[in-house]
């Protein structure tokens, strides 16, 4: 699709509406057309957030975020993944664990905050926890779709050349499922985001979402925005770590 | 008491894949009865096409030898052991390249990589793929892929080779080249080959006996034997006396 356009001309393109926005604002703020408080402007957002980097505190909490954000995400997907493709394979499974991870799925994350954090005293892996239960889920049921939309065809190859229950889901099953494996993780990797500030900004006094919240209950909007800018550049650095990601594990995808 | 000459005796020898009585239900009770009361004799060894009108049952008696169905009745004699088998239709992995698509039955039975991929791209450049072994499905076009099947059924030597229109995605010309390669691979081999397909042309160029199916549910209307010499193409197969009554002849059988 893009190559019509050319990357250049592409990444202009994706460009213009950001660009507006941001002169628009910086317009706006320096002439207090907003309130100058709330809506610091850019200039000032890029200063203060290049001043706190140097710092080293906006490094430090990034770095907690990103650490709770990773290893909740490998312990929820993995589990979730090897779940979702047990039960695609076994009929048996699938009914017994299909009702409880619909019901638990519909569960709104945050709400289940009070609970781990008693389950875990305000501590690090009540945070990982929060990120992993709720990848969990996502990479469950996408596994699970996956390999329930592996293709008869190939299911009956696989048995008609002699694989066994094993070599079937080791090369045919989990590749069949691993583009909606990877699209699920996708959404995951977004929904990790939402909960780890989500926690962070009521039980943590680390982390980019504590950042967010204490700077913006002390006023200090500059910083909060900081805040903002490191969240949103880590969310948009996991991203392209999963794009990158699909290379390795499904490279025969287009 | 008479001396049967040799070669009668060996005619008494030729040994049958034996299908009596299948019958298949899919669905239960009340659901679609694609086969009822099928009885079909194969020599071992030899080429057998079987045509039929579309939906008939074909794809069904195909699977039920392969042993992809569990519902069926009649018996199967010997009963077929791990069967080399191209379904209908585009049936390769997407994730895996023409290679280790053709590789993969050999995986199964223990055959090491390197060989395993050896004898792939070897069977690859005999169907005219070898330049295309490192690619993956989606490179290739609909015909090259129903190659690369073909090309994987053949790797592991079976004695019994089901093929279920594998054909049916090329253009003319290709299909007459392919038709020969596969027919050369065949006399390598020589394992009993039950061949699907719609075309009159192709079972007469390629089969020994051409077996006609009812409509469904299927039972085996008549088995004609094709009495061309081979090797043969379908140029020579068209040009044969004899050519002209077989096809009328079959193709009534498929009107009816
Ligand atoms: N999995 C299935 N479940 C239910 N019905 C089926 C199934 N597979 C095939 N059938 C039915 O069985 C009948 C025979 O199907 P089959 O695929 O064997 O036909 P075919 O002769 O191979 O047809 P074609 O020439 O179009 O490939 C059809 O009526 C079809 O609808
Ligand atoms: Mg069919």
Known sequence: MSDALGPFRAILLGATIPLIVLAAWQVASTQEWINPLFWPAPSTIAERTWDELMGGALATDSFVTARRLLIGFVLGAAPGVFLGLAAGVSRVLREAVYPTASALYVVPRIAMLPLVLVAFSINDPARIFMVAFSVFFIAFFSALSGAEQVRLTHLDVARAFGAGRWRTIARVVLPGAMPSIISGLQVAMGFALIVIVGTEFLAADQGLGARIWTSYQVFDFPAMYAGIVAVTVLGVVLNYLILGSKRILAPWQR | ?256
Request: proline share 6%.
């Open chain 2, 1 to 256: 008491m008479t001396i049967a000459p040799p070669g009668a005796r060996q005619e008494e020898q030729t040994r049958y894949l034996d299908i009596r009585g299948l019958g298949v239900r899919y669905g239960g009770k009340h659901g679609t009865e694609a086969l009822r009361g099928l009885d079909l004799q194969v020599p071992e060894g030899s080429f057998h096409a079987v045509l039929g009108p579309s939906g008939c049952g074909k794809s069904t008696l195909l699977k039920a030898l392969v042993g992809l169905l569990d519902m069926q009745v009649g018996a199967i004699e010997p009963q077929p052991r791990l069967p080399a088998y191209v379904p209908q239709g585009d049936s390769c992995f997407p994730w895996l390249t023409a290679a280790e698509n053709v590789a993969f039955g050999l995986e199964a039975r223990g055959v090491g990589k390197r060989e395993r991929l050896q004898r792939a791209r070897s069977l690859l450049a005999d169907l005219d793929l070898g330049d295309f072994a490192d690619r993956y499905p989606h490179e290739l076009s609909e015909g090259m892929r129903q190659r690369v099947a073909i090309a994987r059924a053949f790797a592991i030597d079976a004695d019994l080779l089901l093929m279920d229109e594998p054909l049916s995605a090329l253009d003319f010309q290709t299909k007459m080249r392919v038709q020969s390669e596969l027919l050369g691979l065949w006399e390598r081999q020589r394992s009993t080959v039950i061949y699907v397909t719609h075309d009159i042309d192709e079972a007469l160029t390629l089969a020994d006996h051409v077996t006609v199916l009812s409509t469904r549910p299927a039972l085996a209307r008549e088995t004609i034997e094709v009495p061309f010499s081979r090797p043969r193409s379908y140029r020579d197969v068209r040009r044969a006396p004899g050519y002209g009554d077989l096809f009328a002849r079959i193709d009534a059988l498929l009107e009816a």
